[in-house]
């Protein structure tokens, strides 16, 4: 049976993964980054890992279209690196799904291609530029850069984000993640639960991040863009 690139399906639709839409979650596998708090990290491995029928894709397609489903969000992994992803948002485009990426940014050629096709896009921006090669193993910086200044030009509609871990994002960190997307409309930031699962076990031992620790860093955001939201707060 021919095989879809979509490694993994939301079972319910999400309240929270597409900003105003209630929305169906599609997981693509394989990632070019190894973050130690990954949530997803199942999904790190090769990016030909075997995916759903494409007859089941459809029948999800179709039963939350028929549920109210407005939204669809392609996520991973990384999608980008998947040459699949090209017709997982065509797919979901004809079922009538505004569609919302997800993305780390270290593909901006195909982000490039990609950036007609979708209507949301939300980029991560993990830590201060000089962080990402020991905390992330990535250390090309031009192409998280040309991502960052594509997106601010060319989406329809973005955000960037960051999941604040207390032990790594301080001021200072967030000063230097201001300049870097200075002039964007709408940074996220984060809260980071630990959890049981993730990669490094040093960050499974990391403590929830706290409210007093988010409001002082988005003062610090507020500095260098236009809109600045706190989501799971605890």
């Given amino acids: 049976m021919d095989r879809s690139p979509v490694f993994g399906i939301l079972q319910n639709p999400s309240m929270v993964d597409y900003p105003g839409k209630l929305a169906a979650v599609f997981f693509l596998s394989g990632c070019n980054f190894r973050c130690g ?14 995916g759903l029928p494409w007859p089941e894709v459809e029948d999800a397609c179709r039963r939350f279209r028929e549920n109210w489903v407005q939204g669809a969000v392609v996520t991973g992994g990384e999608p980008t690196l998947h040459p699949g992803v090209f017709p997982v948002v065509e797919k979901l485009r004809e079922r009538g799904f505004a569609v919302k990426l997800d993305t780390n940014g270290s593909r901006p050629d195909v982000l490039a291609r ?18 990402y090669a020991a905390r992330a193993g990535f ?3 031009d ?25 790594w994002h ?15 409309k709408l940074h996220v930031l984060q809260a980071f639960v630990p959890r049981d699962d993730l990669p490094d076990p040093a960050c499974r031992a990391m403590r929830e991040t706290r409210s007093e620790v988010m409001h002082p860093l988005a003062d610090v955001l507020r500095r260098y863009v236009g809109r600045v939201e706190i989501r799971g707060e605890f």
């Fill in 143 to 167: 192409a998280l850069t040309e991502s960052i200044r594509m997106i601010q030009e060319r989406a329809a509609a973005y955000e960037f984000r960051t999941t604040v871990i207390e032990a």
């Fill in 170 to 184: 301080g001021e200072a960190q967030m000063h230097l993640i201001g300049k870097w997307v200075r002039g964007a």
């Fill in 114 to 131: 990609l950036l007609p096709l979708v209507d949301y896009v939300a980029m991560d921006v993990k830590f201060a530029p000089a962080d």
């Fill in 37 to 50: 708090f990954c949530h997803n990290a199942r999904l790190m491995q090769d990016v030909d890992a075997a």
């Fill in 139 to 141: 250390g090309d910086l």
